[in-house]
């Protein structure tokens, strides 16, 4: 075997410890705030269902269909709670990992970046819950056609609302995905905003597809994510304008 082999294999096994060592910190770290929240798990449980049982007619209620929904609602409730009460800390651990393989400029790239997503998600979940979900379900309520009693699964409710969450805190990431497009040279400043009226028109395709059925809850995602479009173009213009010839060498 050449030096080089001999060189690489020891390597490839230090990145594996290392990885090894971040994954288990990870789940470590999730493990505990899980087994911290189940004892609070049915008040986490509550404390979502709010926002629907404002909402419900006189003599609605959640209803468990399922023998065993009672229990297994709540848990998976608290493993998504404790899944992003974690966030940071899982990114942590796979920032440690990829880090020292990056340069410095891309390591001061890559730092705000982390910190303006898990903000940004955690922006668009509780827009999501505080403005939208109420909303929502305020319009479910008033559609419901006379004789019908709104009582929803709590199985089938975790599971709207989580995708609501998921969308919407994505759906924040916007500002994000335009700068790293921007810093990869994919698009510029002032392509995004030549796109902008197309831009505009897929956020609305997008509220539309994601959104339940009435204007007012698309309206709510379509106007922030138009809002955070013009912040990405802001920020993808301060990351053009550190690119510089010399970037890629440092």
């Not at 060592?21 to 609070?40: I, K, M, N, S």
């Not at 209620?61 to 998976?76: D, G, N």
């Not at 698309?218 to 106007?223: D, E, F, G, S, V």
Request: a neutral charge.
């Amino acid at each position: 075997m050449t030096d080089a082999a001999h060189t690489a294999e020891p390597r490839l096994i230090d990145h594996l410890i290392e990885l090894r060592v971040r994954l288990l910190r990870a789940v470590a770290g999730l493990f505990v705030a899980l087994l911290a929240l189940l004892p609070f798990a049915n008040k986490l449980y509550a404390f979502f269902a709010a926002p629907l049982l404002a909402k419900l007619p006189a003599g609605g209620q959640l209803i468990a269909v399922e023998v065993a929904s009672p229990f297994f609602a709540p848990l998976k409730l608290a493993f998504f709670v404790a899944l992003m009460a974690t966030m940071p800390w899982l990114l942590y651990q796979t920032w440690a990992f990829v880090a020292p393989g990056l340069y410095q400029r891309e390591k001061r790239l890559a730092a705000p970046l982390l910190v303006s997503a898990v903000a940004l998600f955690y922006a668009g979940c509780a827009f999501a819950f505080f403005l939208v979900l109420p909303t929502v379900f305020g319009f479910l309520a008033k559609v419901t056609p006379d004789g019908v009693a709104m009582m929803t699964d709590i199985n089938a409710y975790l599971d709207f609302v989580l995708v609501i969450f998921v969308a919407f805190g994505l759906s924040f990431e916007l500002p994000v995905a335009m700068v790293i497009a921007a810093a990869l040279g994919w698009v510029t400043p002032a392509q995004l905003r030549e796109a902008r009226g197309y831009a505009i028109v897929g956020v609305f395709i997008i509220a539309a597809v994601i959104t339940p059925p009435d204007v007012v809850s698309q309206l709510m995602l379509a106007i922030p994510m138009c809002l955070l479009y013009e912040v990405g173009i802001i920020a993808a213009g301060w990351v053009q304008r550190d690119r510089t010839p010399g970037a890629a060498a440092d």
